[in-house]
Structure formats: C-alpha cells, structure tokens
C-alpha cells in the first residue's frame, strides 16, 4: 500500500528560487493537508483541501500556494525561498473532516540558504 | 488562543521502565484528542478519544481523556528501546475544520 507519497525527500534551495512538493495518495480521501515541523515545534498547519477544486488556508500560509485538480494530488508551490521556510515539510490526507486520523506522507526535509 | 501543552517535553528511561506522558489543553469547540508516534520520519496514528473517562488500549501502550480537566495521558509500560520516539498529542477543534492543533510533543528515550 502506497498510502500517501511526498516528493522530493530532500531539497535545497537558494533564496528567492522557487519549487513544488509534491503529494499524491491513493486511499481515495477527500480530506488532504500541509503542514511544516520546525525543530522542538508541533506541527503547524498551512493549507488544506476538502476535496478536488476546494483549498483554504491554515494557520501558517504566507509564502506558500496550493491547487487541487484532482483527489490524488495536493501539490504545493513556493514561491521566492526565504530562510524562515527551511523546515520539514508534511502532507497528510484524512478520511473523515475536522484533520482526525490523518495518514502522514514521509516528509520533505527542505532547506532555504 | 487554542493551544496544546505537553510535558515533559522530554523523558530518559530505561528498559520495563513505566511512563506517564502528559497533554492539557485549551481549544474552543473540543472535538477529540489525538496521539501520534514520530520516529525519524512521519507521526504514525496511536489513540484518538472523544469520552472522558474512557481508556484505550493497545498492547502495552493506553491512555485516557478527561474532558472536565482539560488533560489526557499517554501510558507506556515495560519500555522497549522501539518505544524510543516523539510522542505528539494533537486536538481537534477550533475555529477551522480543517486544524488539529498540535503540542510540542515529548521526546522519549528508553535506554537498554
């Protein structure tokens, strides 16, 4: 079972370029999620999708972008890399509303010098 | 503001070692309380729980929610060195439908 896939698993970047995480799951959930981990930090939400077509921001989005054509991808955009965007980088999908029980892709270490 | 506040955030023990981990908090429209395992790479789903005074179990590893008290507790008995982890506690609610609400998390480190 693939579950949910994030690409690349590594990245660095330069400041001011820009680059795209991918997502994909094949459990056919509606709900899907990023969020970044910085170190001695929980999680932090910074989009969401609740189905093809539909995103909404979270908790932490400047900086980033998202789109959701389809219910397997999730993609997400940054634009101009700052330093304050090196983290870790999750996506995650759920099955039912509200972020319960989610299913964690396996982290996109990424790092803006 | 909601928030989520773990302690210890960190814990050194040894092997068949019992441990209590523990998570309060404060979030508007509670939902339910999540725990998570993070070892290197991505948190693994342990526990959610909607109902106070209800514990569930799995294998050597159990917690409990108490709604009035605004806390839940991890247990972990007999410890392995593959207990060694980040343990996160996350709460659903708020504001959006779309947030769980992450604490800090406790690293724990189960000596041989």
């Known amino acids: 079972n693939a579950g949910v896939t994030q690409t690349p698993k590594f990245r660095i970047l330069k400041i001011g370029q820009s680059m795209t995480l991918q997502c994909a799951q094949d459990?056919?959930?509606?709900?899907m999620y990023w969020y970044r981990q910085d170190p001695g930090m929980g999680l932090k939400l910074i989009y969401y999708?609740?189905?093809?077509?539909?995103?909404d921001k979270g908790e932490v989005p400047n900086g980033y972008n998202v789109s959701r054509s389809t219910t397997e991808d999730f993609p997400l955009r940054l634009e101009l890399a700052a330093p304050s965007q090196t983290s870790v980088y999750f996506c995650?999908?759920?099955?039912?509303?509200?972020?319960?029980?989610?299913?964690f892709g396996s982290g996109t270490q990424l790092s803006v010098l | 503001e909601d928030k989520v506040v773990q302690s210890p955030l960190s814990l050194v023990v040894h092997e068949g070692d019992t441990v209590t981990l523990n998570c309060s908090y404060e979030?508007?429209?509670?939902?339910?309380l999540l725990w998570y395992k993070q070892e290197k790479k991505a948190p693994t789903f342990l526990f959610m729980l909607?109902?106070?005074?209800i514990e569930k179990k799995s294998g050597r590893l159990s917690s409990i929610l108490d709604k009035k008290e605004l806390f839940s507790i991890l247990n972990i008995t007999a410890t392995q060195t593959g207990d060694s982890a980040v343990y996160l506690c996350?709460?659903?609610?708020?504001?959006?439908?779309?947030?769980?609400?992450f604490g800090k998390g406790t690293k724990l480190s189960v000596k041989p």
């Open positions: 999708s609740v189905g093809a077509g539909i995103t």
């Open positions: 979030v508007t429209n509670f939902r339910s």
């Open positions: 909607t109902s106070s005074g």
């Open positions: 996350a709460v659903s609610g708020g504001g959006s439908q779309g947030n769980l609400i």
């Open positions: 459990m056919n959930h509606n709900y």
């Open positions: 995650a999908s759920s099955y039912s509303s509200h972020g319960e029980k989610l299913f």
